[in-house]
């Protein structure tokens, strides 16, 4: 069945219509977003200033993180802990029963340490069946991605003190030894299994996407900051709604290109509109 024009028109400016309120929508979340996502850098920024000065080596900041997290100054209690944020620093910070929970635990320790401009990302030790069993984080300290434990508050070492990194940890023999100085610190904790996303979380496609993208980009898990992506909320929804808004942004494009060139319609031409607004009010007004 062919659509008359007037059908067609009809159709494309509903279509038009719907694409500019959602465009609008996105980009009012995307600023909403932004400025979330500037209030939790700055609350993180006087957060780590107030327990790591910038002026320390690599190595001490990271241990006056630690020692932070061990002191266990006065902390919030939360009666019904499931209810909080867990991908909220504020949350994590905050709460007592949070910072005694790996995976939030490691979250809070990523969110400190990336604001005392160390470079970390949180790795997912895996059971056979491919489930988390334990959250740690890497760290880069003189070049090595070493093992921290922001759960037991440790940076995992070997016999003669040289800090570990997860490769170090597969051999069982030096495992034991940073495991035996650690208090009733779990043997499953093993890193023979581990990974930086688990897309097995994914019901049905997990496992077949972790293999096609394994085989398009391999290294990918290591190549972005997965991270600060997936364990802060508010930097996840500002990419989401910067990411609906260029694909809007796009869609509206096509959909005008369509309209000049297709159907032949007239429509409001936001750009034309706004660069004579632009001229008109900086030009500078004729004097007769």
Excluded at 14 to 21: A, C, D, E, I, T
Aim: proline residues 5%; positive net charge; glycine residues 4%.
């Amino acid at each position: 069945m062919i659509l008359l024009p007037t059908k067609r028109h009809l159709i494309f400016r509903v279509v038009w219509r719907g694409v500019n309120l959602l465009l609008v929508a996105v980009i009012v979340s995307s600023l909403y977003a932004g400025v979330r996502e500037y209030s939790v850098r700055r609350y993180l920024d006087g957060f780590s200033d107030a327990i790591v000065p910038n002026s320390l080596p690599e190595e001490e900041k990271l241990e006056a993180i630690l020692n932070w997290m061990r002191a266990e100054p006065s902390r919030a209690m939360s009666r019904d802990p499931d209810s909080l944020a867990k991908r909220d620093p504020e949350m994590t910070l905050t709460y007592s029963q949070l910072l005694n929970v790996c995976g939030t635990a490691t979250n809070a320790f990523l969110n400190l340490v990336r604001s005392s401009d160390l470079r970390a990302r949180r790795l997912l030790l895996l059971t056979a069946d491919n489930n988390t069993k334990h959250v740690v984080a890497e760290v880069l300290i003189g070049g090595r991605w070493i093992i921290v434990d922001p759960a037991y508050r440790v940076v995992l070492r070997d016999r003669a003190g040289h800090y570990l990194t997860r490769k170090d940890l597969q051999n069982p023999v030096i495992f034991e030894q940073a495991a035996s100085v650690i208090p009733n610190y779990p043997r499953e904790y093993s890193y023979d299994r581990f990974a930086h996303v688990r897309l097995a979380r994914l019901p049905y496609v997990g496992f077949v996407l972790r293999k096609l993208l394994s085989a398009i980009a391999p290294g990918w898990e290591e190549a972005i900051d997965w991270s600060l992506l997936l364990e802060r909320e508010s930097f996840f929804y500002l990419v989401l709604s910067v990411a609906a808004m260029l694909s809007f942004l796009l869609l509206r494009a096509v959909l005008a290109w369509y309209a000049d060139s297709r159907l032949r319609i007239p429509r409001f031409h936001l750009r034309e509109h706004a660069l004579r607004a632009g001229v008109a009010f900086f030009s500078t007004p004729e004097i007769k």
